[in-house]
C-alpha cells in the first residue's frame, strides 16, 4: 500500500453551505464544458489549457444583434480584434455578419488575411502609420481620424493616391463616466470636433462619411450611452444643416460590460453588470428621439469585444500544491498564473472545482506558478479544500487573455474552440522552445556549445 500523504493538524472552522432563503446551498462543481468532460480535456490537450465555446459565441451574438435590432433596425457590428484576435474567433464572428474593427496595422492584416474586405474594415486607434493607411485608403477601409495630424497625413495620401479616404471622426466627450477618455479623438464640449469637421471640408481631399466615439471601457452605466448618442446625432445634425454633409454611420464604439466582477465590486458580476437589452434600450432611445436619425436612417456600428465574448471563454487548470500561510488561511498553487490571465489584474474571476466537492470550505488564497510575488489568482475566496491533480475551472476568460497574455517563465498553453457539433478544434497550439527561440540570434562568440 502506497504511504499516505502527512499534513500538520490544523484548527479549521466547518462551514456546511452558504445560508439561502430556504436552505443552505452546497459549494457546487463543474465537471464539463459544453458537455465535454474536464478530465478529457486535460488528457488530451494538458493542462492548463485555454478553452472556447462555439455555441456560446453564436449564441451571445444573435442575441446582441436581435437586442440592438429591436430598438432600431439599420445596425451592424465590427468585432473587436484587440479583444481575441484567434483567428479562429474572428471568423466565427465574421460568419454571423461582423465586420472587422482593428486599432493597428497587424490586425489589419489578420483581418485581410482572413479575408475581410477592405470594405468591411473600421480602422481606429491613435497610431496608423502612412504604410497602413496607404493600404486602407487604397482598399477603401473606413479610418476614424484621431487627430489632427493623422488628418493631414490623409490629406497627404489623398494626393498621392489620387482618391478620397472615406473617414469618420473620433470625438471624446462627457457622458457623466469618469476619468473622461479625453485622450482619443476630438473634444465634443469645446466644438474641437465640430472644428476638425470644418478642416475636413475644407481640405476637401476626404470624403466624411461618419462619427465616431468610445466613451470607455466595463461600461456599468446605459444611460452613458444615451448620452454619447444623442451628442454625436445632435453633431450630425449641425454637420448636415452647416456643410450640407449627410453622414452614413454613427459609430457607438465598445466598453459594454461582460458579467465578469470587476475587483472593487461587492457585487457579482452577473447580477451587477447590465445586460444587453438595458444598453440597446437607451441606444435606441436616442437614436429614435432624433430628427437626423428619423431623416436619414443612419447606420449605427457598435465595436463590442468583451460582452460578445467574455462568457465563452473558460480556463482550466490543475492544482500543482498547497500550503498553509502565517495567517491561518489555506493557499493553492495551480499551474497557470497571471502570464495567461492578465485579466486577474481587475477581474475577480470565478474558480469552480471540476470535480465532486470533498471535506470543508475555507478563505484559501490561489496563487500560479510563476517565481514572483505578484502571481496571485484570487485573494480570500472560499474554497474547498482541492487535493492535487485536481482541476479547477476560471471563467470568464474570453476577452483580452489570449491577446494580452506574455511568454514569460512557462509556455502559453494549448486554446481549444468546442465547436457547435461537440468536437474539440486545437486553435492555437502550445508553445516550445523552438517557437520562443525562433526569433533569437546567438552571436558566435558566445556559442558555448
Given at each position: ?71 432600431y433596425p439599420n445596425v451592424k457590428f465590427g468585432w473587436s480584434y484587440k479583444t481575441n484576435y484567434l483567428q479562429a474567433i474572428c471568423a466565427t464572428f465574421h460568419q454571423e455578419g461582423a465586420w472587422a474593427e482593428v486599432v ?160 472593487e465590486q461587492y457585487l457579482p458580476g452577473d447580477i451587477a453588470s447590465p445586460n444587453i437589452e438595458q444598453y440597446a434600450e437607451a441606444i435606441g432611445k436616442a ?163
Amino acid at each position: 500500500m502506497a504511504k499516505k500523504s502527512y499534513y500538520a493538524p490544523t484548527i479549521e472552522r466547518k462551514v456546511a453551505g452558504a445560508p439561502g432563503k430556504f436552505a443552505t446551498s452546497v459549494p457546487s462543481y463543474q465537471d464539463n464544458i459544453d458537455e465535454i468532460p474536464i478530465k478529457a480535456l486535460i488528457e488530451n490537450y494538458g493542462s492548463p489549457l485555454f478553452v472556447f465555446s462555439e455555441k456560446s459565441i453564436r449564441w451571445k451574438f444573435k442575441e446582441a444583434q436581435r437586442a440592438f435590432s429591436l430598438h432600431y433596425p439599420n445596425v451592424k457590428f465590427g468585432w473587436s480584434y484587440k479583444t481575441n484576435y484567434l483567428q479562429a474567433i474572428c471568423a466565427t464572428f465574421h460568419q454571423e455578419g461582423a465586420w472587422a474593427e482593428v486599432v493597428s496595422g497587424m490586425e489589419y492584416e489578420r483581418a485581410r488575411l482572413l479575408g475581410i474586405p477592405g470594405k468591411k474594415i473600421i480602422f481606429n486607434g491613435p497610431s496608423k502609420t502612412k504604410n497602413d493607411l496607404l493600404k486602407a485608403v487604397s482598399e477603401e477601409a473606413t479610418i476614424n481620424i484621431d487627430h489632427l495630424d493623422e488628418l493631414f497625413l490623409l490629406e497627404e495620401i489623398s494626393v498621392e493616391l489620387g482618391k478620397k479616404p472615406r473617414v469618420g471622426v473620433r470625438v471624446n466627450m462627457d457622458t457623466g463616466i469618469y476619468p473622461q477618455w479625453s485622450r482619443f479623438g476630438f473634444n465634443y464640449e469645446n466644438r474641437e470636433a465640430y472644428r476638425a469637421v470644418q478642416r475636413i471640408v475644407t481640405g476637401n481631399k476626404l470624403e466624411l462619411i461618419g462619427l465616431h466615439t468610445h466613451i470607455g471601457t466595463f461600461i456599468l452605466e446605459p444611460n452613458a450611452y444615451y448620452i454619447a448618442a444623442a451628442k454625436l446625432l445632435n453633431l450630425a445634425g449641425y454637420i448636415e444643416t452647416d456643410f450640407g454633409i449627410t453622414l452614413q454611420f454613427i459609430d457607438l464604439g465598445g466598453g459594454i460590460a461582460s458579467n465578469n466582477t470587476l475587483c472593487e465590486q461587492y457585487l457579482p458580476g452577473d447580477i451587477a453588470s447590465p445586460n444587453i437589452e438595458q444598453y440597446a434600450e437607451a441606444i435606441g432611445k436616442a437614436f429614435n428621439e432624433s430628427p437626423f436619425c428619423r431623416k436619414n436612417q443612419p447606420t449605427l456600428f457598435l465595436e463590442s469585444g468583451r460582452a460578445l465574448i467574455d462568457e465563452a471563454g473558460y480556463l482550466v487548470s490543475s492544482v500543482i500544491g498547497k500550503k498553509t500561510l502565517v495567517d491561518g488561511q489555506k493557499a493553492l498553487i495551480l499551474d497557470a498564473g497571471v502570464n495567461i490571465l492578465y485579466t486577474s489584474n481587475w477581474y475577480k474571476h470565478k474558480f469552480t472545482p471540476a470535480q465532486p466537492i470533498t471535506g470543508t470550505i475555507e478563505n484559501t488564497v490561489i496563487y500560479g506558478p510563476l517565481c514572483m510575488n505578484i502571481d496571485v489568482m484570487r485573494h480570500g475566496i472560499r474554497f474547498p479544500d482541492l487535493k492535487i491533480g485536481d482541476a479547477v475551472i476560471i471563467s470568464p476568460v474570453g476577452a483580452y487573455n489570449v491577446t494580452q497574455w506574455m511568454q514569460f517563465i512557462t509556455y502559453r498553453p494549448n486554446v481549444v474552440l468546442i465547436t457547435v457539433n461537440g468536437d474539440v478544434e486545437i486553435i492555437r497550439e502550445k508553445e516550445t522552445l523552438k517557437d520562443i527561440l525562433h526569433k533569437e540570434k546567438l552571436p558566435k562568440h558566445l556559442n558555448l556549445s
